[in-house]
């Protein structure tokens, strides 16, 4: 009997991934199943960086092969800003310590896993949602501050749009396509963990106004969460995407619709892929790094004052 248990992910999102090949005379118990070429992601395609140029990888300072120490994805919104899901860093478990910056290093600019070779960047300071909910994955957003800024040159390393200008009561609608990438697992059954970044054109199941994702009921938090899959082949991220990009294209410009955030199973017919909302973040994102917020787009608030609904509010209620 020959039995190799590889680990895959030191910080992985929802507990340790295992990978494991265990034959027993010769038989093969369990592998990697389903390597047929259209599994990627889950029903993706291998894509080069240049694709997808705000793919970062989020991996754990004290493990040297990228593809051992990558255990979520992220989202480069500027040099110096990184956003991924809180999920990734704050465990809410007391035989688990939250991530600190020291724990955590990021690689931008390349395609394949422990094979390209790109410089790590420390972090000097992870920002979780402080009502991230372990229990509820509501608020499942988190910064990271860059210690050394990436080094942003067009092709390989790119900030994604955030929706400043989009109106978070109707995008993204319905059925808006989106792109999710990631070196997360590629088998809905099995670990199989790609070393090549994979992507699959999904789409956006839950218009901002609507109540209900798929089977989850109460769980999906519509103002705080979407939902997005493409539900006929089966594509959907999965485990080790968690943190990474749901881009969608806005007026021609790549904007980040959401960031993978939990699912039951993965590519599962009756439970989509969720997602973080990113439109509800846009101030909380902008308190912590304010040079991200486009000035153009913030709301104006007329002689400098209470934005107007606060200005209505205050006339409402006052004595006369
Ligand atoms: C996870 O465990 C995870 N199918 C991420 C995304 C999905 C499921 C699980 C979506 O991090």
């Known amino acids: 009997m020959n039995l190799t248990v590889t680990q895959k992910g030191w910080i992985a999102t929802l507990g340790f991934v295992f990978t494991a090949t265990l034959s027993l005379s010769g038989h093969v118990v369990a592998q990697s199943a389903n390597d047929s070429d ?24 004290y493990y040297s092969s990228d593809w051992v120490a990558q255990s979520c994805g992220g989202s480069i919104l500027s040099a ?19 991530a600190e910056a020291s724990d955590v290093e990021i690689v931008a600019g390349i395609t394949k896993l422990g094979v390209d070779v790109a410089p790590r960047i420390q972090v000097s300071e992870i920002i979780s949602h402080p009502d991230y909910d372990p229990a509820s994955t ?45 070196w997360g697992n590629t088998s809905s059954t099995e670990s199989d963990y790609p070393i090549d970044l994979m992507a699959a054109e999904i ?60 699912g039951i199973g993965c590519a599962n017919p009756e439970y989509p892929g969720v997602y973080t909302r990113v439109t509800t973040y846009l101030d909380w994102i902008g308190q912590h790094a304010p040079e ?3 000035e153009e787009n913030e709301e104006e608030t007329p002689g400098g004052g209470l934005p107007i609904w606060l200005l209505y509010e205050a006339t409402q209620s006052a004595e006369p």
């Not at 259209?38 to 300072?61: E, M």
């Not at 110096?80 to 939250?98: L, M, Q």
């Not at 092709?155 to 808006?176: D, H, V």
């Open 38 to 61: 259209d599994t990627r992601i889950i029903n993706g395609k291998p894509v080069n960086i240049t694709a997808v140029p705000w793919q970062i990888a989020i991996v754990g300072a």
């Open 80 to 98: 110096n800003w990184i956003v991924s899901a809180a999920h990734c860093f704050v465990f809410g478990s007391d035989y688990r310590p939250d």
């Open 138 to 182: 509501k608020n499942d957003i988190a910064l990271l501050k860059l210690a050394t800024p990436v080094n942003l040159d067009g092709s390989t390393k790119k900030a994604i749009a955030l929706p400043w200008s989009q109106s978070a009561a109707s995008w993204p609608a319905k059925n808006t396509p989106a792109t999710v990438s990631g």
């Open 203 to 262: 789409d956006v199941l839950t218009s901002p106004s609507e109540t209900q994702c798929g089977a989850y009921g109460d769980m999906y938090l519509p103002e705080l969460m979407l939902c997005a899959a493409e539900m006929t082949v089966g594509k959907d991220a999965c485990q080790g995407d968690s943190g990474g990009p749901l881009a969608s294209q806005a007026s021609g410009t790549w904007t980040l619709a959401g960031i993978v955030s939990w």
């Open 292 to 294: 991200l917020v486009d």
